[in-house]
């Protein structure tokens, strides 16, 4: 047996240490015993974004020392890895940068021996490439070129095949991910963080029975889906889904601010990562009502919708197959009450008519730190105008529609635009006049909003 663990110190007694240790910072940087001891209270405290100051001046003192390094990048990293990989990075200021930059000195100082040690070099270039995996797209090739270094000194450690299924997954390389992950199972990776990684990636490039073993092992009731020959799994819940966006180009009449946020869509689950999208998207962005989309297991966010508790929130990896519906964004103006709602009920059998609410995700601090919050929704009105978009199935005819929709707007209850629909249909006049309209009912309702 070995000598008794000392009992943890408690919370207040580490905070009171970490202030004694920041009375000594300027030591943190030639003193081993204190720097040590400042990586292990920042791990016990947490490894919060109050200790990223500390950690940086570490990074930049030790990074001839590879221990010290490893621990102060694994820190780091685990600090980058708090934000979602499908937030955009607007900053080379981030610990993923600084985690990176210290690696590669670490490994500019090794020795010849050190180089070709797996345990050492092995190790740095590992951990260089999760650093600059969560630097962003923009470093991918050199991401996997430190995987790859990594593996060539040792190609039997599962965790660095794994992190690398995990770069390929991200970046949309779901071939690449799929033998990644496959090589870190055959080395005794933990089986099910590796399985779901692996079932997403087969999802991604249609490998049936890689995914239906998956979802199996994993204990789910998985069948194979008639339609798509892909594993369904029966009974899941609808998800939420986040997609970035931008703000349409066809509207000036959000209250939302501009610039790039998540917009937020339910999903009805086909399995745990793949699903087809029920509510359309009203910003620019990538995806629509009745596309097949492919997302990652893990949650980025929550978002309260009741008082029931936060939902989950999930990123978008990959469009698997576009909806074939048409998706039409719409002004109208209730000139009567109770308009909007019977639009739906006058078109063609199947047809959709969505109201635009305003909830979407936008970048903010506490985001860019990394920091477990929840995101609000915004919402705002104008009585009686809307934004939305029709979702019209393409087996509905559309002259029919164009009647319908045109009986509605003449019989007086609602002024409207609908463009796309006299575009599809090659209407070029017309659909010039409903451009007009688009103007004219913004003009109606942006003064109602400058009054609110």
């Known amino acids: 047996m070995g000598p008794p663990q000392a009992a943890p110190l408690p919370e207040d007694e580490l905070e009171a240490t970490w202030r004694v240790l920041l009375g000594r910072k300027a030591q943190l940087k030639s003193d081993r015993t204190l720097a040590e001891l400042a990586i292990e209270l920042i791990r016990a405290l947490g490894n919060e974004t109050s200790h990223r100051d500390v950690l940086r001046e570490l990074a930049e003192a030790w990074s001839e020392d590879w221990k010290t390094t490893l621990a102060i990048a694994a820190l780091l990293i685990d600090q980058a890895a708090r934000r979602g990989m499908d937030e955009p990075v607007v900053t080379e200021d981030t610990p993923a940068r600084w985690a990176s930059d210290t690696l590669r000195r670490a490994l500019d100082a090794l020795s010849d ?53 995990l770069l390929h997954k991200w970046r949309g390389r779901f071939e690449e991910g799929l033998r990644a992950n496959q090589m870190a199972l055959d080395h005794e990776a933990a089986r099910r963080p590796a399985l779901w990684n692996l079932a997403i990636c087969a999802t991604g490039v249609g490998s049936r029975e890689v995914a239906y073993r998956c979802w199996e092992e994993l204990g789910m009731p998985v069948q194979a889906d008639p339609k798509t020959n892909m594993p369904l799994v029966d009974g899941l819940p609808p998800v939420w889904i986040r997609v970035l966006s931008r703000p349409s180009p066809v509207d000036a009449t959000s209250k939302l601010p501009t610039g790039v ?43 309260r919708i009741s008082e029931s508790g936060p939902v989950p929130v999930f990123p978008l990896l990959e469009i698997l197959r576009r909806g074939d519906e048409h998706r039409w964004p719409f002004l109208a103006l209730e000139n009567e009450s109770g308009a909007l709602t019977e639009l739906e009920q006058t078109l063609p059998h199947g047809t959709r008519v969505f109201i635009q609410r305003e909830r979407i995700e936008h970048h903010c601090a506490a985001c860019e730190a990394g920091e477990p919050h929840d995101h609000g929704a915004v919402s705002a009105s104008v009585p009686g105008f809307a934004r939305g978009k029709i979702i019209v199935p393409a087996r509905v005819h559309l002259a029919s529609l164009r009647d319908a929709w045109e009986a509605s707007v003449k019989s007086g209850a609602l002024a409207a635009s609908l463009p796309s629909l006299y575009e599809e249909l090659g209407e070029t006049k017309r659909a010039g006049q409903e451009h007009q309209a688009w103007r004219g009912l913004e003009r109606k309702a942006l003064p109602r909003k400058a009054n609110q």
């Open 113 to 165: 021996r050190e180089r070709r040690d797996p345990d050492i070099a092995g190790h740095l270039h590992a951990s260089l490439g999760n650093a600059l995996r969560l630097c962003g797209p923009g470093y991918d090739a050199d991401a996997q070129q430190a995987f790859n270094r990594a593996l060539k000194l040792d190609g039997e450690r599962s965790s660095w095949w794994y992190d690398l299924g």
């Open 261 to 303: 946020g998540f917009e937020l869509v339910w999903v009805a689950p086909l399995s745990p990562c793949h699903g087809v999208v029920q509510s359309p998207t009203f910003r620019d962005a990538p995806i629509d009502y009745g596309d097949l989309i492919l997302w990652d297991g893990a949650p980025v966010a929550e978002h």
